[in-house]
């Protein structure tokens, strides 16, 4: 049996500690939130610590999962795997390279698995997309265009999405799903050429063209400057050879495949039974995060280290969504 920690009792580490409740040969034993009631609320069983190093003293859990604020990814990641721990965390990684390399190292050192969340590398419509790419029934890519917007996230521990300095504002929170799908897909692109709208040091909405030299074009826009009435929304647009792809968070069904020879259809999905476990906040389904998690409890299980996404994924990842900040500051493209 694996014995889990959940490390933040807000809205993300309420998501995991309900995936978890899903999973077979997982036990989650200790939820920690500096607020005890609000760890409490999602215990089920569990011991609800104040203190993550208390937590790490008494329960000696298997895995840790970071659901904290950016910020702090960090220093937690560190502890838990310096006390031996196997460690999922949130994306972004963090805040800053130097950071990241601190997280790397702590993992590298105590012979642990690490894993940054990046959920859209396991969200079914891009899955699915990825698997039309490599398989290439539709020809070669053209171009892909990817969007993510939201309203402004208003529902915060202490409001720290809206501190740039504590969440890197929407370039780095939000945007960064893109990103790292587009680097999942296609590496590191050679630059990025940015635009961004800035509020005060929080860049809340961007918009980048990745330089795949004579690769497909490829764009993503990402911002949460958008008012408390519009609905959360992720979708993607692709052109290939022989044919596009259409994908959008507010269609039924989401995903549809356009060949140019033959009619459209929309590709089977396959979603796991969360036993009526809903999601809330700027998510529109919970199946990224089952699978995401499903699968580093799997790799641990198993003994084998993750190759979905790797921590050196998730810092190069954040090393060019900063690129791209840096581009939108300058306005003019950023060679990587």
Request: charged fraction near 25%.
């Amino acid at each position: 049996m694996l014995k889990v920690a959940v490390v933040g009792a807000g809205f993300m580490g309420t998501m995991h500690r309900n995936v978890y409740a899903q999973l077979k040969d997982v036990q989650v034993v200790a939820v920690v939130d500096g607020e005890e009631e609000k760890a409490r609320k999602i215990a089920s069983g569990a011991k609800v610590y104040t203190c993550m190093d208390d937590m790490l003293d008494k329960e000696k859990p298997d895995l840790v999962d970071i659901c904290l604020p950016t910020y702090l990814h960090a220093e937690h990641v560190v502890k838990a795997a310096e006390a031996g721990a196997h460690v999922l965390c949130e994306k972004p990684m963090a805040m800053n390279l130097e950071e990241a390399d601190r997280m790397i190292e702590a993992a590298e050192r105590a012979g642990v698995f690490f894993m940054v969340a990046h959920c859209i590398r396991f969200w079914p419509e891009y899955v699915a997309f990825k698997e039309i790419l490599d398989g290439g029934s539709l020809g070669g890519l053209r171009s892909l265009s990817l969007v993510r917007l939201s309203p402004t996230p208003t529902w915060s521990w202490e409001d720290w999405l809206m501190w740039a300095s504590r969440s890197g504002s929407a370039a780095l929170d939000l945007h960064i799903h893109d990103t790292d799908y587009v680097l999942y897909l296609f590496g590191t692109p050679k630059a990025v050429w940015s635009k961004g709208t800035w509020v005060g040091d929080g860049c809340v909405h961007i918009f980048t063209l990745y330089d795949y030299g004579d690769g497909p074009a490829v764009s993503a826009e990402g911002g949460w400057d958008m008012p408390p009435s519009y609905p959360f929304h992720m979708d993607f647009r692709a052109t290939f050879d022989k044919g596009a792809v259409q994908m959008s968070s507010a269609r039924q069904p989401t995903m549809t495949v356009y060949p140019a020879e033959g009619e459209p259809y929309s590709p089977e999905l396959p979603k796991p039974d969360l036993r009526g476990v809903e999601a809330g906040g700027n998510i529109s389904e919970m199946g990224g995060y089952f699978n995401e998690i499903k699968y580093f409890v799997e790799c641990i299980l198993e003994g084998r280290k993750p190759e979905v996404v790797t921590p050196q994924d998730a810092r190069e990842s954040l090393r060019v969504v900063l690129a791209e900040m840096e581009s939108a500051r300058k306005g003019e493209p950023v060679e990587l």
